[in-house]
């Protein structure tokens, strides 16, 4: 099973890049020059999701820019602080859709597996920044019950692997989870929920890639850039090898106030994309998760932006606008 992959027992350039993330919300501001200008949320919020993000996405940042797109997913302002009655830790229904420890479900023929609760950076806006992942990890000890329970369902085509970032596991936790999938023989996809090519390209290696290009099954990787910023030269060349792996690549991005709440925005991330040939897939009206009210977007102002971008791109670069609501037995399509 793991015979395709000969990973050594040492740390990988990516683990030593993860590590390294920055976690201290005055070190991140010192490093753009910004010390003076933005105030951290209470430290009972940052320790409770602390900030984290790598340094190759600090590098895209614009230097000296308090409103800079990228440091505004990640810095933990103040407004964290606002507690709205609407924006609670659940706000999509994942505790009532867990059929077992880190499987959820509530598409018809499709599972999702929580792989674990690690992340390369912890989005402000994060749904999932208050779910137990410690009571929820099927990799901890029911791995093999999990399978059973997907096995048992032949109306199970689709696996989702989501997290947390299922791409901070390594290569050979990845390869037994596609390949136990794979013995599966009614399951036919593979769909990778990630943020890792745009946040730590650099762990999109040849193992990872190897292991991608000789599954039996299809497997397709959603990105998540919510921004043309984020897609730069490194970014490129990694979704490049992915491709070449055949892979299908789409992105969903979300609908965030300050980030690309504007039509320049929406159309230089959809252009972008393809340019490097990733179908721009959903744009997300936020969840409404406690602490992200800042970021919130009317869904009337979502309607007026993607009927904007018809007028200036083709129909295939125009992202669906969606909402998740609990309880649906699809993401609800808005336009």
Excluded at 34 to 41: F, V
Excluded at 149 to 156: A, C, G, T
Excluded at 168 to 192: F, G, S, Y
Aim: net charge positive; charged share 20%.
């Amino acid at each position: 099973m793991i015979s395709r992959i000969n990973t050594l027992v040492i740390k990988q350039a990516w683990q030593a890049a993860l590590d390294e993330a920055l976690k201290d919300p005055k070190e991140l501001l010192s490093q753009l020059g910004l010390t003076r200008h933005l105030n951290a949320a209470n430290e009972h919020i940052i320790k409770q999701f602390p900030l984290r993000v790598t340094q190759s996405y600090i590098n895209k940042m614009r230097y000296g820019d308090p409103n800079d797109p990228l440091l505004s997913q990640v810095f933990p302002l103040i407004n964290e602080n606002i507690d709205i009655k609407s924006f609670v830790t659940d706000p999509v229904g994942d505790h009532t859709a867990i059929i077992a420890p880190g499987i959820l479900q509530k598409y018809y023929g499709r599972a999702l597996l929580l792989t674990t609760g690690a992340c390369a950076i912890h989005c402000r806006y994060c749904f999932r920044k208050y779910f137990p992942y410690g009571d929820s990890n099927p990799l901890a000890s029911k791995w093999i019950s999990t399978l059973q329970l997907i096995n048992d369902n032949k109306s199970i085509h689709e696996v989702i692997l989501s997290g947390g970032d299922p791409l901070i596991l390594t290569n050979n936790k990845l390869a037994q989870i596609i390949d136990n999938i794979e013995e599966i023989k009614h399951v036919k996809r593979i769909r990778i929920h990630t943020r890792v090519p745009i946040v730590l390209p650099e762990r999109i290696d040849g193992n990872l890639l190897t292991f991608i290009s000789t599954s039996r099954l299809q497997i397709t990787m959603v990105i998540h850039s919510n921004h043309a910023n984020e897609i730069d030269k490194e970014v490129t060349n990694v979704l490049k090898l992915l491709q070449l792996a055949e892979c299908q690549l789409l992105n969903q991005s979300v609908l965030l106030k300050g980030i690309n709440d504007n039509i320049k925005s929406l159309y230089n991330l959809s252009e972008r994309l393809s340019e490097v040939n990733v179908i721009p897939y959903y744009l997300h009206l936020l969840d409404q998760v406690r602490g992200a009210s800042h970021f919130n977007v009317s869904e009337q102002q979502g309607i007026e932006l993607i009927n904007q971008l018809r007028t200036l791109l083709p129909g295939y670069l125009v992202p669906r606008l969606v909402r998740e609501l609990q309880g649906r037995n699809s993401k609800t399509i808005i336009l």
